[in-house]
């Protein structure tokens, strides 16, 4: 890097006058985050694509990442620091916590900012004015409709404002417990924090080629021409160099020794001040590469593609099966049957913070700050690597900008670790955007072959599926992707002769891992498409086949497992069937109307979810207690990745204690000061730490009551340092300060453990692999411009069955963000790697490709789930992209099988049947 | 240390090119993107500090869009129907964020085969005002991208701003721009359209310009002529007239699904010249 001598620059930020000696090239996000310390401007990709930085210069809107600090001389800046009024929330603000805009928080300043320029200028705007202002800011989690309802809000009652809770236990749409710090710009994520100082960066080297053996010379002539590098790390300081997420599955090492197996892996870390890191030349480096031929999905499995690890023969790093019945019996009874073949591409997560944060050694300890989804699975994992027992690891989350499964991995946390143990200083790192995108794992592209068949009377008799998926370079989560597919393939149907396969395949291509919903998504892009196509060869509808043949209480599943009440598929179907014949009714007219080359089609799609790990125990455990000020503490291990956890757990043990949630505070993820709550994945932590949560607050009660000698209805209040406990017309008080407290500083407490009762799968697949299962089905109405082969989603309807909405707004909320990711998953979404590292490249929706979205929540409580809830993270997101397919083929006659259906996918398939049809 | 200057005066500005190699900074919305990884050792010349070049200017001669003027001020300017295929790119270029920031200027210099500014510009016949220390010229829009990234002007030149020359007769133009979603997109192709009509309807002057499918965007001579004299009627377009592209496959696109698109494109832009809304004016 160059840098530029200092000028004097005066300006004016949030109203103030600065005056500032600096680097006139800075990027006026890096002086504002850097030397000004105001860290509620975010950078997501510093290049203009995401809009995270946005700022007003003299009132409109600009990228703070591409504005040099010589150009605000004179200026007028308002960063989201300077929305607030007299330390009060902004109506803009107010409105954003309202509504539940913010879920990770991390793109709502740059949102609170293009919304605070529009208002200004146009107070009464409408919504397309809306989604032109804020059509330059991505959101990965909240599928943009309540950014968009908050700041009609905010405009003045556009929107209806949802009916603010007058209770905040479960069910009130209460705000985000953490709502406020993302609206004001001061949640710490990542690279909000510095570490102490001195500290030292720290630099990547990656791979150039998916496949190479390489050679390092000496370093000492590096080292020698920049003074400012202290150390070069290379495999050989790795105390352990193996790590993974299974037990027996520890295959990827923390830098690649001598040989690489994909394009981004780690080869050297650098360590120094950052200015010296920047400006060494990757050509500078003593490496010596030796290309090797990749092997690609379409290759890995033949006898000729090169073994990339010794453990797995023929690339295979797992199989998994679910054997029901005699697929082949069942298949030749059919009356109707279909086949179809599916693929799909790598998905990137795109959450809008890339990875950051810093490690620093603590005597014999080591202690990490950064975003992840898994802190206990860090800190055992990091303890591995670094040859430490897991209590010499503290692992402390920041605030995480969006998840999805992708920080569920370890990305920069190994060698940051290894960095500050080895120095003994404190070491820091940020991700660029590219660096993010290449380097950390992806969804799993998929390559399906699947056939099913039903008897005259419209029930399903047989269902194969083969699915090959593509596991990149290391293991990751690909045996749980293996896993899950087979047993939720045959989708949420009753099939009594059912051969399902899924195979993970090791290539050459980044490592595939955990994305919200495990290779079900890919799954039901086949299964929904068989669906639709028996029900046309029978001639019935397609919502009433899926009626049908859904899976009902009682019904035995695949694996064999009886379900319970809360399989509430039925009502799903019924909540959409008058939306569905409105539907297709306006899209037959419009087909009618429309003589040119737009066509109208409506799509329906079902899915189940299994919520936890598969057949495997996933424990939560929470503690709740009081403390001697007379304050309840929640200790949660459970991270919040903006879907919620933190205000519904607490909204849980509320109820469950008998207060209000207000009552309760959060600590939250520090594996120093909580239990383990297990990972933030699985669509788990409503129902497995909710459970947790519940059981803790239910002991904690019942403590307080003992102490207090009072009934179980007693009513508590933590009132003045003191617990008032009403029973029988009287009033007890406990005094917390006069009691004694435990270690951890509570004078009473309640511990409480949930592990979802499962079985382990045998050979065939048959066990109890989920103790819940999540449904729902979603309609897709789509318009298609069969000239260009575009589709425009024109409307979601999606009824979710989640048990209890403890949080309606939340629940919504993670609706609303899984179908906009199923919606970038059907049509624009494609990761190519070294070629799509960035977020021009590899599109994901803005606010103008999300359609209106009407959810309707069915409330069957669940038997096993805290109030009856269960998780609907995953669940939102699997039935959007078959949905929006089967659409597209009732629009067109013409059936998309490889996802993403870009245009000149669907172009082309159009064209060929037009070719088709003239023969 | 690099050298970074921030010059007032035009004069200084073409001064220091006279005297040195600077890279030319205006809103830096391709400057800083392409320096994400690595920067280059460079000398700035950061010429935002020009008011003489920020003023759009509309006259009897037509429109100056000198080289300050950012997208957002040009759909601000309110100018006249014969340009309106620039207004309509104005709002297409980024979100708003870039469209405050960014010029007009810039997105020419810069040459990308993708930039949106540029067919507008070349079915407008923009000419392209430069300068150095001492002397000016002007060339057409056409004959200054050379290139994906390449353009005639020299290291010591400053492009002033461009001229938009008021067509003779009732005039007006089109964009359409296909990208693979709504907002923030590059250019998958996109089309520009200028006509000027005769009192009956009829065309008296097309120009037709096509980007991102060759290595910059490029007029279609044979489309031209073909509708010369006709009213505007998309069934006049042929595949023969995209015969001077040579798209490629990408990232966004393949290059038979690019062909197919212009000519779509194509087709919609001439209806929209002949639609009721769209009377000369
Ligand atoms: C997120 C994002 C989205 C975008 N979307 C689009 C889009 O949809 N369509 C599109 O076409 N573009 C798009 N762009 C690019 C667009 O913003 C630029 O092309 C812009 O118009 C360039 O203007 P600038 O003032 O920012 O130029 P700068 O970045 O400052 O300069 C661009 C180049 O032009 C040269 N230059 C600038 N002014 C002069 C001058 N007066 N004389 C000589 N040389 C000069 C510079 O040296 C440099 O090489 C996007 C950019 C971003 C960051
Ligand atoms: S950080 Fe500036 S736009 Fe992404
Ligand atoms: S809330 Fe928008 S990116 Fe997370």
Redesign the interface.
């Known amino acids: 890097?160059?840098?530029?001598?200092a000028?004097r620059l005066r300006f004016t930020l949030n109203g103030r006058a600065v005056a500032t000696l600096v680097d006139?090239?800075l990027?006026l996000a890096d002086l504002l985050r850097d030397h000004l310390h105001l860290t509620g401007t975010k950078i997501g990709?510093?290049?203009?694509?995401c809009?995270a930085c946005?700022v007003l210069?003299d009132g409109?809107?600009?990228?703070a990442?591409?504005?040099?600090a010589?150009?605000i001389?004179g200026r007028a800046v308002v960063t989201v620091e300077g929305l607030a009024e007299d330390g009060r929330l902004s109506a803009l603000q107010a409105a954003f916590l309202r509504h539940g805009a913010a879920q990770c928080g991390i793109c709502t300043p740059g949102m609170l900012m293009?919304a605070a320029?529009l208002l200004a200028h146009q107070p009464h705007p409408d919504e397309a004015a809306v989604?032109?202002?804020l059509?330059?800011?991505?959101c990965r989690c909240t599928g943009y409709r309540k950014i968009v309802e908050a700041v009609l809000d905010a405009a003045g009652g556009n929107a209806a404002a949802p009916a603010l809770a007058d209770a905040d236990g479960v069910g009130a749409r209460a705000e985000k417990s953490d709502g406020a710090a993302k609206i004001t710009g001061s949640e710490a994520f990542g690279a909000d924090r510095r570490p102490p100082a001195p500290f030292l960066s720290l630099r990547v080297i990656r791979s150039p080629y998916p496949h190479a053996r390489f050679t390092l010379g000496a370093t000492a002539a590096l080292m020698a021409a920049h003074p400012g590098l202290v150390r070069v790390l290379t495999a050989a300081d790795i105390p352990r160099n193996l790590f993974g997420i299974y037990p027996t599955g520890k295959d990827q090492p923390v830098l690649a020794e001598g040989y690489v197996r994909y394009r981004g892996e780690a080869v050297l870390a650098l360590l120094g001040d950052a200015e010296t890191l920047?400006e060494i030349?990757e050509r500078d480096l003593p490496l010596h590469w030796e290309p090797l031929p990749p092997v690609t999905f379409a290759d890995a499995a033949t006898p000729e593609a090169s073994q990339l690890h010794p453990h797995a023969p023929g690339n295979v790093l797992c199989r998994g099966r679910v054997v029901a019945g005699d697929v082949a019996q069942g298949l030749a009874a059919g009356a109707a049957r279909a086949a179809i073949a599916i693929t799909t591409s790598f998905v990137e997560h795109a959450y809008i913070e890339p990875e950051a944060g810093y490690a620093r050694r603590v005597g014999d300890r080591v202690e990490i700050f950064a975003c992840t989804q898994t802190p206990y699975m860090d800190r055992d994992e990091l303890a591995g690597i670094l040859g430490l027992r897991p209590d010499q690891v503290r692992v402390i989350p920041s605030a995480v900008g969006g998840g999805f499964g992708g920080k569920l991995d370890l990305s920069l946390q190994p060698l940051l670790c290894v960095a500050a143990w080895l120095t003994g200083q404190p070491v820091r790192q940020i991700y660029?955007?590219?660096e993010s995108m290449a380097a950390t794992t992806k969804r799993h592209p998929a390559r399906i072959q699947a056939e099913a068949a039903a008897d005259a009377q419209g029930r399903l008799t047989a269902f194969r599926f083969d699915g090959d998926f593509n596991t990149g370079a290391y293991a990751s989560w690909g045996p749980t992707v293996a896993g899950r597919v087979p047993v939720h393939a045959m989708g949420p149907y009753r099939v009594p002769h059912v051969a399902a396969h899924a195979t993970a395949l090791y290539t050459n291509d980044p490592p595939a891992g955990a994305f919200r919903g495990f290779g079900v998504p890919q799954a039901a892009l086949a299964t929904e498409a068989l669906m639709d196509q028996l029900a046309d060869a029978l001639g019935a509808d397609r919502l009433d086949f899926r009626r049908e043949n859904a899976l009902r209480p009682g019904d035995r599943t695949a694996t064999g497992q009886v379900l319970g009440a809360g399989a509430a598929l039925v009502a799903c179907l019924e909540a959409l069937r008058p939306r569905w014949r409105a539907l297709r009714d306006d899209a037959a007219r419009r087909n009618e109307a429309s003589g040119g080359p737009e066509r109208f089609g409506v799509g329906i799609a079902c899915m189940w979810y299994g919520i936890g790990n598969t057949g495997m125990s996933n424990p939560s455990e929470m503690v709740i207690g009081v403390t001697p000020a007379g304050r309840v503490t929640l200790f949660s291990g459970a991270v919040d990745i903006g879907q919620g956890s933190n205000t519904i757990l607490r909204q849980i043990a509320a109820e469950a204690l008998g207060v209000p949630a207000a009552a309760i505070d959060l600590v939250t993820g520090d594996t120093d000061l909580t239990r383990d709550a297990g990972k933030t994945s699985a669509s788990r932590q409503t129902f497995v730490s909710g459970n947790a949560a519940r059981l803790a607050a239910e002991a904690l009660r019942a403590a307080i009551l003992r102490e207090a000698n009072a009934a179980p209805e007693a009513g508590l209040t933590f009132r003045d340092g003191a617990i008032v406990i009403a029973h029988d017309g009287i009033e007890t008080r406990l005094t917390p300060a006069a009691m004694v407290a435990d270690a951890e500083g509570l004078v009473l407490r309640g511990e409480g453990r949930f592990d979802p009762p499962t079985t382990a799968l045998d050979d065939d697949g048959q066990g109890v692999p989920y103790a819940s299962y999540a449904f729902a089905a979603q309609i897709a109405a789509v318009a298609v411009d069969t000239?260009?082969?575009?589709t425009r989603v024109e409307r979601i309807v999606a009824a979710h069955e989640v048990g209890r909405a403890i949080n309606p707004t939340l629940v919504e909320g993670q609706i609303h963000g899984g179908i906009a990711q199923g919606l970038g998953l059907a049509?624009?979404e494609?990761y190519?790697p070294g070629?799509?590292e960035?977020l021009?490249?590899y599109?994901i929706?803005?606010?103008?490709?999300v359609p209106p979205i009407e959810v309707i929540l069915i409330e069957e409580a669940d038997p096993l789930g805290p109030f009856g809830a269960k998780g609907v993270g995953e669940p939102a997101l699997v039935a959007t992209a078959p949905a929006i397919f089967n659409a597209i083929a009732d629009a067109t006659g013409v059936r998309p099988t490889t996802a993403p259906c870009?245009?000149?996918r669907l172009?082309?398939l159009l064209?060929a049947n037009t070719s088709k049809t003239a023969r | 240390?690099?050298?970074?200057l921030?010059p007032e005066t035009l004069s200084d500005a073409l001064s220091a090119l006279a005297a040195g190699r600077y890279t030319v900074?205006s809103?830096?919305?391709d400057h800083?993107?392409a320096r994400?990884?690595?920067?280059?050792?460079?000398d700035?010349l950061?010429i935002?500090g020009l008011a003489e070049l920020t003023a759009i200017r509309i006259d009897a001669e037509g429109i100056w869009i000198p080289a300050r003027a950012t997208w957002?001020a040009v759909h601000a300017a309110g100018l006249p129907a014969f340009a309106g295929a620039l207004v309509a790119a104005s709002?297409e270029i980024?979100?708003?964020?870039?469209q405050?920031?960014a010029t007009v200027v810039g997105n020419l210099c810069n040459a990308s085969p993708a930039a949106d500014g540029i067919p507008p510009l070349l079915a407008l016949d923009a000419e392209v005002e430069l300068a150095r220390l001492g002397a000016r010229r002007r060339l057409p829009v056409a004959e200054f991208v050379l290139g994906n990234r390449r353009t005639a002007r020299a290291p010591d030149e400053l492009v002033l701003g461009l001229h938009i020359p008021r067509p003779a007769r009732p005039a007006r133009s089109v964009f359409e721009k296909?990208g693979?979603?709504?907002?923030?997109?590059?250019s998958?192709v996109m089309v520009a359209l200028a006509a000027e009509y005769l009192p009956d309807g009829r065309i008296a002057a097309l120009r037709a310009a096509v980007g991102a499918c060759a290595s910059r965007a490029l007029r279609l001579p044979a489309l031209e002529a073909a509708l010369l004299g006709r009213h505007p009627d998309p069934a006049l377009v042929t595949a023969e007239h995209l015969a001077p592209l040579h798209p490629i496959d990408d990232?966004?696109?393949?290059a038979?699904?690019r062909h197919?698109?212009a000519l779509?494109?194509l087709r919609r832009a001439v209806a929209n010249l002949g639609a009721p809304e769209g009377r000369p004016s």
């Open positions: 890097m160059k840098d530029f001598s000028t006139p090239m990027r990709c510093n290049a203009g694509d809009g946005t210069l409109c809107q600009v990228c990442c591409l504005i040099p010589g150009q001389a293009a320029d989604k032109d202002a059509g330059g800011v991505l920047a030349a660029t955007r590219p000239a260009l082969g575009t049509l624009m494609e190519v070629r799509t960035n021009h490249d599109l929706p803005t606010v103008g490709d870009t245009p000149d172009l082309a064209h | 240390m690099g050298l970074y921030r900074l809103g830096a919305t800083f993107p994400v990884l690595a920067t280059p050792a460079e700035i950061d935002s957002a709002r980024g979100g708003q964020q870039v405050n920031a296909l693979a979603r709504a907002y923030l997109v590059i998958i990232v966004r696109a393949s038979a699904y197919a698109a779509t494109l």
